[in-house]
């Protein structure tokens, strides 16, 4: 493949090629800007597909979800296409079973019934969101390179990152979060901007990470940081692209994050496994208690940095806004960076809409998680969309962890028939709780959707006797109660009981 | 065609005929048990499709949005195929530009800019909610029967009930409303009973009708009522089914109703035209202040009784339930019969998730509407889904009218951006006013949606100078705000600007 932007030709395979062998899927675009200058005149040539519209429009039913028309088109035109073939081979072999919301760059969500499961999500289960094809690097050939603010830079391969001998090891039970986790609360009600990000209901996973601490890395093999380093930056080997412009995937933690030990690690293990090449083999970071956005993937260069990164996934997205700010003003200084995520939950069964028989109590099962070393004190449910809230025994819920969620479930009393909106809430170790509509929260970018959880559920209390009755009678003639909307098709009340009931009680007054 | 139900060869189209020439598409039902017996056994025999899910899926963007696939069938079954034929060739010629909810039995709705042309909806686009076919009945063919608790039963043809010198003649301004009217605000949060509804937003409408009271034809032409009379039944052309079952349509209403000389009319002319076929020609009930489906069309019968109708129409649908009562334990008996109308109001115009650009202001427009006699006195508009609320101004809205709604439009001062939710209440003239949410006033069958009518729009102020200066880019740059989840392709603050942004208020605390 070739492209002449300026009349020039150029080799686009050659020029972009892989930077190196056995690192497949890896192009290095930060060390040569020129490289990045001639990437972007050839993207200024090109008419791209705008990213799909999922907000306004129902979803699409099939899986995957969305098609990534967009992101293939740029990887194309730099004469990248073969990431985007291995990439959703590798998605194949290591998530074949989980909801595929975008096929490229790769993001996937785990079932309901997954999710619950286990404490510790499955490794083939847990979700995926990813900013760009997934590199595929023979561990042997792996290095990670450390450079800016420390006393010497170095370099150092997985196998003496891995020698217990040379690094303190780790292991720390970890709940990552995409701060699009619950988004599709957001878009139904209040659509906001539609930049590549798919609806992200159940975003959410956990598993025990086996590394070593990043500040016991730095100090050993770099001799500490300079004074000056506030910010560690963290290169992933994948292809970002922005506007345009292409990229490695960069993002920034500050170092007081990294002091505390076991916080931040670079992890090559995944509850007891080795680390999936879909969730960063041979290496990531893993940022407790952040954005899982931090947790950069397949890591191979660590910059110590005076002021957070300026690569566009730290500095233009992942912006929190207030409400006044839109498409109509925004700016990236505007936002918060988002980095600790709040306390948040959600209900994962019933699903929302369902029809529940039940007599007297309807189970709920779901979630709850606080981020930024808050660990989940209590959680409650409300039958009556918040009004009285029913609280889960601690026995109900897996046990607690600085750094990840609790899984829960509760048994609520619920006498009314109907339509009920339910909703969970979880206070966290500082007692910070969530708010309590979509709306009180709702933001442009539509990240960490943490308003209380809410779901109707149509209530029928067979302990009543004339809903028993309905059932009975349902029952005998073989006809199901579902679906809800469908007309009964026999009369509802013979004519006797009618006059009987309606001359008892006129519809009219007698005078 | 033949049916063949207990082995008994039974010509349908003979058995089923038209009653009467040039009464096209009418079948006599109610005078014929035997008939009615025999086409409920050929129902019982087959099979129907069900009614479509229009409430747990999206709705289609055709129109017509549905198709009456299971009353088609109903009426082939009954070798009644013409009737649907014949009523589809009306309603392209009556009503060829409103959007088709149904095809059959037909239902119409008025698009939005037609509803707010004037005080009087035009005939071509006022609503239509049919229950059968629509039959074609040549005026001077036609004749009125009046029977049942009467002094002396009577028919009477057209002609001399059209005779102002043997019946006195009224005009009265009326809005018609189907109970269904903005239903799909039930079935978008709760859905309901799927019976042959259809969602019906904006089936309300208003016009002229000319004709004569009932009380006065009751009076003359049959000596007046027996004392034990309560009820007025009335009994149309159009064949209809429930359950497997056939009638004429039948409805009634008090005869406390009646005594009021123009709230119960027999009307020929709609806005000073003859009657639309599709509006009951040649003679229907106009019946003021009352939900719609008392309005019978194709009237050919009147029966005075001593109680309310037992017409399925009447006894068994267009009930108003608590919301205990669901489809888990529905009688007939545990609803309210709807017939006075609640005071109601809608925004029209924006539509719901509309970007609206202004300066400051925000224009919407509507209607407004109480039944049983109370007029439309206030109109108030929020701009903050219920705190704060504005009144239209009098001049701003049409005259009064004791039977029929006003329209109005209101400037309301809107700062804020992003999606704000408006919504309206309108009092009456008892000083009702609306429910605030739409649950407050769900109910099983979904009728008379009352509740304030809400719509989101997400406002763009350009009198604030950061959306100004956004306006004037996209403009330079040939780009338009909408779609409004369309990302921006241009960065959105320049490097230098954003440093000195973030390095005056940092992110993280400096100490």
Redesign the interface.
Known sequence: MSSEPNGTKIDVEKLFAEEKADWKGYVEWEQYPEKKEIAHTILETKKFP??P?F??A?LPKTNPVLIGHRWKAYHEALGLGHIVDHSWDIVQKEKHDIIHLLDFPYNGETRRYQLLENKLTNNKYHFVRNHGGIPDIKEEAFELEIGGLVNKPAKISLKDLKDPAQFLQVEVTVTLQCSGTRRIEQIM????????LINAPWGIGTAVYRGVPLKKVLKRACGGILPNC?HLEFIGAETYFK??NVFNYAVSV?W?KVRQNEEVILAWEMNGEPLPKSHGAPLRVIVTGYIGARSCKWVYKINALA??S?GPVQ??EYLYYT???????????SG??IQQMPVSSAIIFPED?EVIIHDGKITLKGWAYSGGGNWVERVEVSPDGGSVWYAVAQEDMTEKHYHAWRLWKIDVPVD????L?FCVRTWDSSNNTEPTFV?SA?N?DLHVTSSAHRI?L?S??KS?P??A???KELDEKGVG?E???????????D?D??LA???KYP??PRS
């Open positions: 705008y990213p519209e907000q306004m129902p009600q209040y659509p906001g901007d539609g930049d590549e506030e506007k345009n500050p007081r002021e957070p300026m500095s233009q409400p006044q700010i839109g498409k109509q003003n925004t700016k990236y200084s918060f960076s809409k009314a028939e109907g339509w909106e709306r709702w442009w109707k149509y029928v209390n009543k004339a809903t009755k309905r059932l109660f679906p809800l909307t469908r007309p009964l098709e026999f009369a509802l009340e004519v009981e009618y009931n309606v001359r519809r009219e």
